[in-house]
């Protein structure tokens, strides 16, 4: 069965530290990916997205994510994390074939705490 | 742009009672709806996927008499948790896309999330 897999469940990080977020998949054709971030109180909302072309990809508040096609993974980074950064964060796949009408599949969501 | 709203935040319902979840898509025209379930500290798991004007598609496991899920505007689809028990308490969240059945070059935009407690 398709999953994806979020390594890392609570991640603490200082101010300015450097940020990576695991992701890895298990589906053998195309696939399109997501990182989402789920602030408190407030709903999903998309960081970045890959469909094709350039595997790293820039998303919004300074993140980008690589997508290593080999290892079936796109991890999340960020090289100066803030305290504004405290979120639940998701990685999304959308495993592109037949029969697929929408469907994303979502990793378990790894809490992200940002200690001023 | 591409705000999804949902309706109410929250509901708090006797055990037996049905509830109704609204989810609108204020400022697009959403094709495709779909309905997810999120438990503490765990994933989104997909319920069903809703396109406008026909039935919805279930995933496995989920059952249709009693999650019924109506999406007869391209603008609002409701999930009603017909009689409802302590076990369906839960994260409700619905998502709207402007495609319908594929996704790859859209993406879908999230409402807030309905927190259902059943008492």
């Known amino acids: 069965a398709q999953s994806v897999s979020q390594h890392n469940h609570h991640v603490i990080l200082s101010e300015a530290a450097s940020l990576e977020l695991g992701c890895n998949y298990s589906y053998g054709g195309t696939v399109n990916l997501f990182w989402y971030v789920q602030y408190p109180g407030q709903h999903l909302q998309l960081l970045l997205k890959?469909?094709?072309?350039?595997?790293l990809v820039k998303g919004i508040k300074g993140f980008e994510a690589e997508f290593i096609k080999s290892k079936f993974s796109f991890n999340l980074r960020k090289p100066s994390v803030q305290w504004s950064d405290t979120a639940e964060y998701f990685c999304a796949v959308y495993p592109v074939g037949s029969g697929n009408t929408g469907k994303l599949i979502f990793g378990q969501g790894t809490t992200l705490q940002v200690k001023p | 742009g591409a705000v999804v709203s949902q309706h109410p935040s929250w509901v708090i319902c006797k055990s037996g009672t049905s509830v109704k979840i609204e989810c609108r898509s204020l400022d697009f025209q959403a094709t495709t709806m779909f309905w997810y379930r999120q438990f503490p500290k765990q994933s989104l798991m997909l319920m069903a996927t809703s396109n406008e004007g026909s039935k919805a598609t279930y995933e496995q496991g989920v059952e249709k008499d009693k999650f019924l899920i109506n999406h007869a505007s391209l603008t609002l689809s409701t999930l009603t948790v017909t009689s409802a028990h302590p076990e369906d308490s839960s994260f409700y969240i619905c998502?709207?896309?402007?495609?319908?059945?594929?996704?790859?070059?859209?993406?879908?935009?999230f409402g807030p999330g309905t927190r259902l407690t059943v008492l």
């Open positions: 890959y469909f094709s072309g350039d595997p």
């Open positions: 998502s709207a896309s402007q495609d319908r059945g594929f996704i790859g070059t859209d993406t879908q935009y």
